[in-house]
């Protein structure tokens, strides 16, 4: 099973730490976003720049919580008709 694999069952990476509790990834990258949606990253970064998909900009970086992604597939999918 991939990473993206496991992303998608968790939405989360877990990292380790030297601690009791790991650390939980609430952001990720375009790259990583296209795996996830199966999108082009070219066409990510073209819905970023017309603001179509929620992103988060840190400096130069452009990074996606894919709980946003999530609800954003949700309100652009297409139902059936009934």
Same mark, same amino acid.
């Given at each position: ?12 990476? *877990? %990292?380790?730490? #030297? !601690?009791?509790?790991?650390? +939980?990834?609430?952001?990720? $990258?375009?790259?990583? *976003? %296209?795996?996830? #949606? !199966?999108?082009?990253?070219? +066409?990510?970064?073209?819905? $970023? ?34």
């Amino acid at each position: 099973m991939s990473t993206v694999d496991t992303e998608r069952m968790n939405h989360t990476r *877990v %990292a380790p730490r #030297t !601690g009791s509790r790991p650390i +939980t990834r609430r952001l990720f $990258t375009i790259g990583e *976003v %296209a795996e996830y #949606t !199966g999108l082009p990253v070219h +066409t990510l970064y073209t819905m $970023t720049s017309q603001r179509r998909i929620p992103f988060v900009k840190a400096g130069r970086l452009v990074k996606c919580d894919l709980k946003a992604i999530d609800a954003w597939i949700e309100r652009h999918s297409v139902k059936p008709l009934s």
